[in-house]
């Protein structure tokens, strides 16, 4: 039996290692990416000659650190007083 990691090992990464990362379900993260909220990497298949990606799609971690980056929230009570 097949045994997945969680953790990142490199760059690129499953969806169910980029679940993780973000911490929510690969369910969500699935809806993400189909949804054009985070870009996937398909590479292209090197058995397929008419240039068709191989089924496998994977998420780029500094495209999660980006989106991380944008979707925080920053509380501005303090800093601008009225």
Do not use: F, Q
């Amino acid at each position: 039996m097949r045994r997945r990691t969680t953790t990142p090992g490199g760059r690129l990464m499953d969806l169910h290692t980029a679940a993780a990362y973000l911490g929510c379900s690969y369910w969500t993260l699935r809806d993400l990416v189909l949804g054009g909220h985070i870009p996937a990497v398909r590479i292209p298949s090197p058995r397929a000659r008419d240039g068709r990606a191989m089924r496998r799609i994977l998420i780029d971690s500094r495209d999660l650190d980006r989106l991380i980056e944008r979707w925080k929230e920053v509380d501005n009570s303090e800093a601008n007083p009225t």
